[in-house]
């Protein structure tokens, strides 16, 4: 049976990312699925402390909820994530957990293997106070080695208020079935506007110079063209900085070698901060 794990990251019970969430297991349960769902926000989880461990050692330094997160979202095949819109992008616990996703590179074969998806609920009070809902929470889901299935971008100010708006209730409820579907290789993702990016569904984009763009989310890049649409020039197999094979050349070629780098300066560095300790009172 398939396993979906839904995450919510609001505070509010019964609030909108909450009840979507609930509406979206329930799709899920009527696929067939077994679902759960956790309220990262009521878990303990820490800052990442920078050490890297995890990518040297698969375990994290920290001593907090991290580990049994971990492990359910290892498990999942696939996975809802719903969160308030906080000052025009995602609450930041989900920030907090990005940061601390660095691991799943150790884990990027394995994963490559399933089918793995992810549906994310991004609920905001306007409509454009919300330029980076879906995308930050698009990116979470990539981070943790789910491909995006779809997305649901929800507008309701006040706690509950999407309650209110019958057609976005079932709309969850039917992404929540096709979710499962989409695991089962039984549906298809969402087809991405000409504007997209075709991986995470980013509507933002950076200018490089000249017509050349990127996509801050998961840095593949393109052209825009004069129609206003972005011809993708990446391997979208390749180049996305989520996909697994990059995951690992990310670990092997990137973190590995700086180490080394880092290791053979570290006595010097040392020696440099020491004017910085509060006894030389340098300001
Ligand atoms: C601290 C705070 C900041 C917010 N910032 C935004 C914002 O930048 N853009 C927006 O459209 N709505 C904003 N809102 C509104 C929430 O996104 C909206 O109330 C949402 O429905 C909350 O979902 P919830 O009920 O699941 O917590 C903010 C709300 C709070 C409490």
Redesign the pocket.
Known sequence: MTKILAL?A???KY????VLALEAMAGAKSAGSDVELLNISDLQIDFCEGCLRCVFTGKCSGKDDMGLLLAKILEADGLIV????????P?SVIKKLLDRALVIALYADELSERLRGALTIS?????D??PLGPEILNQFALAYGFTVYNYLE?????????LLQDEVVTQANTLGHGLVEYVLGKAQPRTPDPGQCPVCYSRSFRFLGGRNVQCPICLIKGELEESGIIRITSDLKKDSFWEPGHRKRHLEEWIKVTRVTYLKNRALIKDKQKKYLPENNIY
């Open positions: 919510v609001s505070r509010r609030g909108n990312s909450h719903s969160a308030p819109v906080y000052l025009l992008s609450a609920v905001a009070g306007k409509e106070w919300s929800a507008f309701a100010p006040g706690p509950g208020e999407i």
